[in-house]
């Protein structure tokens, strides 16, 4: 849209109602909801760009997102004007006027994800939505000696769901770790870019190197490439959080005047 006001909008929802952020033909997502309602205010068509397509049940308490208007609108009006017409379960949390040429995917220099676990035998239903039960006699020593195998630069074909899309199973991680406060384990990991759904099934075979099933340097080994049915199984999709998206210093600098 040559001469638009872009906007770039942080997001929160809850994913369990939703087939993921992407709009599909036959299925409710949260870009869907997140147009309508923009459309409602702005009494006009919205296209909205997520930066992550998060999958199917899955949250986000920072997913980031832009538009593009062809004249300037007040950010707080955007903000409240589309949580208005918006379900309880979404919600735009900021607005912020861009430089021209911002796109919230092609921009974004990493992403941060956390996948929760609660080792308890029975699960309040305030954290159900939130977290996956585990074992307690998990070995936390172990796992978290498998997360740091995880930094660097690896081939993750072997965590990869199909239907992705991606051109390149190789992914860069910053870090990855294990965080323990009483009966929760949170497992923490931030890289450049994710595969259609790697980090479940990262969570799915680090749970098996707890359990005593697999080996460290198994794991690692896996992160040489490798099959999907090589590595362990899928985490269940409530547990993950995409937590934020980074962008490099040029897109966080005092907007436009």
Not at 80 to 85: F, P, T
Not at 171 to 186: F, K, M, N, V, Y
Not at 211 to 217: K, P
């Amino acid at each position: 849209m040559t001469g638009a006001t872009v906007y770039r909008l942080t997001v929160s929802y809850r994913g369990e109602a939703y087939a993921g952020w992407q709009r599909q033909p036959n299925a409710m997502t949260v870009q869907e909801v997140l147009e309508g309602a923009l459309a409602g205010l702005l009494r006009r068509p919205v296209t909205v760009v997520g930066a992550s397509r998060t999958d199917a049940g899955v949250h986000a308490c920072g997913q980031a997102a832009h538009l593009e208007l062809p004249e300037p609108f007040a950010t707080g009006g955007l903000v409240h004007g589309a949580n208005h017409r918006l379900p309880a379960d979404v919600r735009v949390l900021a607005a912020r006027r861009m430089a021209a040429g911002f796109h919230a995917r092609k921009h974004a220099a990493g992403k941060e994800y956390v996948y929760r676990l609660r080792r308890e035998p029975v699960l309040s239903p305030l954290d159900a939505p939130f977290a996956v039960r585990a074992d307690p006699r998990l070995d936390l020593a172990a796992m978290r000696a498998a997360a740091e195998r995880l930094v660097g630069r690896h081939d993750f074909s072997a965590f990869a769901l199909a239907g992705g899309g991606h051109r390149s199973p190789v992914r860069r991680i910053a870090s990855a770790e294990w965080l323990e406060d009483g009966p929760e384990l949170t497992f923490r990991v931030r890289g450049d870019g994710f595969l259609r759904g790697m980090v479940r099934a990262l969570v799915g075979t680090l749970l098996e190197v707890g359990r005593g099933r697999r080996g460290v340097d198994e794991f690692a080994a896996l992160l040489a490439g490798g099959a999907r049915g090589d590595a362990g199984a899928t985490a269940p999709a409530r547990g993950l959080t995409l937590e934020r998206v980074f962008y490099p210093a040029r897109w966080e600098g005092p907007p436009p005047p």
